[in-house]
């Protein structure tokens, strides 16, 4: 009895690990992508984008990659495919920096000039 009783607290603790590991995700991708990225803001100028550092703060990859594959210039052709509205990747972004502002914590611009850069 004891044998069976430990047999079956070892497989719920074995299954539990397993399904926490499945809902938390990848921290990282294997392939990460540019620390610094340029993202294309239209006529009002490009966006300096600190890929890396979002990597760091945020730990997860589906933040923003829920949005949008995980490939170079997916954010155009998106867009350009109609798949992708014009805004939604700056409304997720300011949407976030301004809910970590609320919280108090440590932030990336709210403001349009805080982001897009004319040459």
Same mark, same amino acid.
Do not use: W, Y
């Given at each position: 009895?004891?044998?069976?009783?430990?047999?079956?607290?070892?497989?719920?603790?074995?299954?539990?690990?397993?399904?926490?590991?499945?809902?938390?995700?990848?921290?990282?991708?294997?392939?990460?992508?540019?620390?610094?990225?340029?993202?294309?803001?239209?006529?009002?100028?490009?966006?300096?984008?600190?890929?890396?550092?979002?990597?760091?703060?945020?730990?997860?990859?589906?933040?923003?990659?829920?949005?949008?594959?995980?490939?170079?210039?997916?954010?155009?052709?998106? #867009? %350009?495919?109609?798949?992708?509205?014009? !805004?939604?990747?700056?409304?997720? @972004?300011? =949407? *976030? $920096? #301004? %809910?970590?502002?609320?919280?108090?914590? !440590?932030?990336?611009?709210?403001? @349009?000039? =805080? *982001? $897009?850069?004319?040459?």
């Amino acid at each position: 009895m004891k044998i069976r009783t430990f047999a079956l607290g070892a497989l719920c603790a074995i299954l539990a690990a397993t399904g926490l590991m499945i809902t938390a995700g990848p921290a990282v991708s294997q392939n990460p992508g540019a620390a610094q990225m340029t993202l294309h803001g239209g006529k009002t100028g490009d966006v300096p984008f600190p890929h890396g550092q979002h990597q760091t703060v945020l730990g997860k990859c589906d933040a923003c990659h829920g949005m949008f594959p995980q490939e170079k210039g997916v954010i155009d052709k998106k #867009k %350009e495919d109609g798949s992708l509205k014009s !805004k939604a990747v700056m409304n997720q @972004c300011t =949407g *976030c $920096h #301004k %809910e970590m502002k609320k919280a108090g914590e !440590k932030t990336g611009p709210t403001s @349009c000039r =805080g *982001c $897009h850069q004319k040459n």
